[in-house]
């Protein structure tokens, strides 16, 4: 009798298109199971240090040193492992070169390719099917800086990344929206900022030093870069010729 009733169960789910979802223990255990995340240099341990027992990090240093990947990397584990229901993914709305306006679709579409090394990061830890799934569900959103005034967010992690590109009113506003269990991370390299007045993120560091705000700042260098052997190449190249 028993093996008839599950017999039935999976020929209905399969009639249906029914998909059975476990929900106990970590999301989307049978998609992803990855080995933690291992820091690659001493800076990278002290920023997963800081991950792990601060509401609060800033972090700042030249490309190619994994400040992104490793914030986007611990938020999707955080997520995948139910610590938290959200992920807000943010940046300044300042561009290097063509701006949001030449992009097409709405302002979410003409974001995402913005976002796309943060998504990427993600979608490897959960897979893609979940990250799709999240990001309909509203669990994972993607917000531009210029419309996060009056909003909040409780039990999520927030990334604001490319922070040098925002002015001081702008991270001010910013710093004022964090709710109850929510990570913060603060990630930009002071060195390659585009606004023609100070850097609200410069102001920000500070700040912290000045008052001795126990928020960790974690400082990046040309020795921690490990995208690829070219990439410190040019970093390199560009810091000596002050460019």
Not at 222 to 239: K, P, T, Y
């Amino acid at each position: 009798m028993g093996k008839q009733l599950s017999k039935k169960r999976r020929r209905n789910a399969r009639s249906f298109g029914a998909e059975i979802i476990e929900f106990e223990g970590p999301k989307f255990r049978a998609e992803r199971a990855p080995p933690p995340i291992k820091a690659l240099t001493p800076t990278q341990g002290d920023y997963l240090d800081a991950l792990r027992t601060s509401p609060q990090v800033v972090v700042i240093g030249p490309a190619g040193t994994g400040k992104t990947w490793i914030a986007a990397t611990h938020a999707a584990d955080l997520y995948r492992n139910r610590v938290i229901s959200k992920i807000i993914l943010t940046r300044p709305n300042v561009p290097c070169g063509r701006s949001l306006g030449y992009f097409p679709g709405s302002m979410e579409d003409k974001f995402a390719p913005w976002a796309t090394p943060v998504v990427d990061a993600i979608k490897e830890r959960i897979g893609k099917a979940p990250y799709d799934i999240a990001l309909k569900n509203g669990d994972i959103e993607m917000v531009p800086f210029e419309v996060m005034r009056g909003r909040s967010w409780k039990n999520a992690f927030v990334l604001l990344d490319e922070a040098q590109n925002t002015t001081l009113a702008e991270i001010k506003t910013f710093l004022t929206l964090v709710g109850e269990d929510c990570t913060m991370v603060i990630n930009g390299d002071v060195s390659q900022c585009d606004l023609a007045e100070a850097s609200g993120l410069r102001t920000v560091i500070d700040l912290i030093r000045s008052h001795s705000l126990p928020i960790p700042v974690i400082e990046f260098t040309l020795a921690d870069i490990v995208r690829s052997g070219l990439c410190a190449m040019w970093v390199r190249a560009f810091e000596a010729a002050h460019l």
